[in-house]
């Protein structure tokens, strides 16, 4: 494959991704941030805990002021849906459906899938009152008529950690022999939390809005919110296909620094082990970022391709500060010297 070598390619723009491009920009590295365009951010409407946005934000508006943001600092954002990656001679060949790509550096900040539960009317509910993430939205349903789905211990402990923002929390396993071991039958039982063995034939609501769920024996149960467990599905095919090693739980392994098994790979947000929120997976994908900055630092060094030296005085000085490189400053980049 031919092409010009970027320094980094940032493969996914939700959170990780442009909190990746932003330092990596600011950092002056050729970087192409290259999305597309199915965050799991625009499914909530009022993220409440990000921080500097007191009054919420749109997950959607988020991503567009992290899009401006970036474009700010030279990155080039392309609207692409990357198919294959593969690696020769430490240089990364990206195909997309629309172009090519090369990159001596490559981030994968691709995410995740929530799965919601196959229940009739479950999707409109989708980040209005049908939630994943208790970190994120439990503090919003304080004192609400809540239903867990779930049946695995994973689900019993969602809804006991529940009762500390409401009283009426409950269990549906919708159908499924519950598997939670005897500890948390224990708990369950302690705690006197009702569990529904039922399957839920349909979710009523108004615009999004729960009002009940509604049982297999005609059971109609009022219901303001509901939080499912059922499973996520996490987007490892492009790092599978380079060879990058997965955990038992099917996430990219990454290192303290986001570096993969792979050199030169780095994985970012919501497809790593990370607890999956806005602000964790931009925190990570700052840290990968800086990381790859790091490794792009000390191969200059080991090639001798960092800028020269100049002399301040041969330049325009604005204010205290020395102006920018000229560009014949620059030693040859990779891509040129290649
Ligand atoms: C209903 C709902 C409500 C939520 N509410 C909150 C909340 O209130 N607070 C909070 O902190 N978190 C919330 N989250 C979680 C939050 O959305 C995630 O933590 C965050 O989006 C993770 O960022 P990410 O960059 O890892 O992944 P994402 O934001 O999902 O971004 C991944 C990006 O990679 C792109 N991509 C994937 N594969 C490819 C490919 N092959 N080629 C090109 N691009 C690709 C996708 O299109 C996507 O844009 C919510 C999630 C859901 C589903």
Redesign the pocket.
């Known amino acids: 494959m031919t092409g010009v070598i970027r320094d980094v390619i940032i493969?996914?723009?939700?959170?990780?991704?442009l909190s990746a491009a932003l330092y990596l920009g600011r950092s002056q590295r050729d970087t192409v941030l290259?999305?597309?365009?199915?965050?799991?951010?625009v499914?909530?409407p009022d993220?409440?805990?990000?921080l500097g946005f007191p009054d919420g934000i749109s997950?959607s508006s988020l991503l567009e002021k992290g899009r401006a943001h970036v474009t700010r600092y030279g990155v080039d954002i392309i609207q692409?849906?990357?198919r294959k990656i593969s690696k020769q001679d430490e240089i990364f060949d990206i195909q997309g459906a629309s172009a090519q790509y090369r990159a001596s550096r490559l981030l994968l900040?691709?995410?995740l899938t929530?799965l919601p539960p196959e229940i009739p009317g479950v999707r409109e509910c989708?980040?209005h009152s049908l939630?994943?993430?208790k970190d994120?939205?439990a503090y919003r349903v304080q004192g609400k008529r809540i239903v867990v789905i779930g049946a695995n211990n994973e689900a019993a402990e969602y809804a006991l950690a529940m009762l500390a923002y409401s009283p009426s929390v409950s269990i549906a396993t919708n159908g499924i022999d519950a598997r939670w071991d005897h500890i948390h039958a224990e708990w369950l039982k302690v705690y006197q939390m009702p569990v529904r063995r039922d399957r839920i034939v349909h979710v009523e609501h108004e615009d999004g809005h729960l009002r009940a769920l509604h049982f297999e024996k005609e059971v109609r149960l009022e219901t303001d919110a509901v939080f499912t467990t059922r499973g996520d599905v996490y987007?490892t095919g492009?790092a599978q296909g380079v060879g990058a090693e997965l955990d038992r739980d099917g996430q990219i392994k990454v290192n303290d620094h986001m570096r993969t098994t792979v050199p030169g790979l780095y994985a970012a947000?919501?497809?790593t082990p990370a607890n999956?929120?806005?602000?964790i997976?931009a925190g990570q994908g700052a840290t990968a970022a800086q990381a790859i900055n790091r490794d792009l630092f000390e191969e200059n060094l080991r090639t001798h391709s960092l800028p020269v030296y100049e002399d301040g005085s041969r330049f325009e000085v604005r204010g205290s500060k020395v102006g920018m490189p000229t560009a014949d400053r620059r030693m040859p980049n990779r891509s040129e010297a290649l």
Not at 276 to 279: F, G, P, S
């Open positions: 493969i996914g723009g939700g959170l990780a991704g290259i999305d597309s365009g199915h965050s799991m951010a499914w909530e993220v409440q805990n990000y997950g692409d849906d990357i900040a691709t995410g929530h989708l980040g939630f994943f993430c994120c939205d987007h492009l947000g919501c497809v999956c929120q806005m602000v997976a």
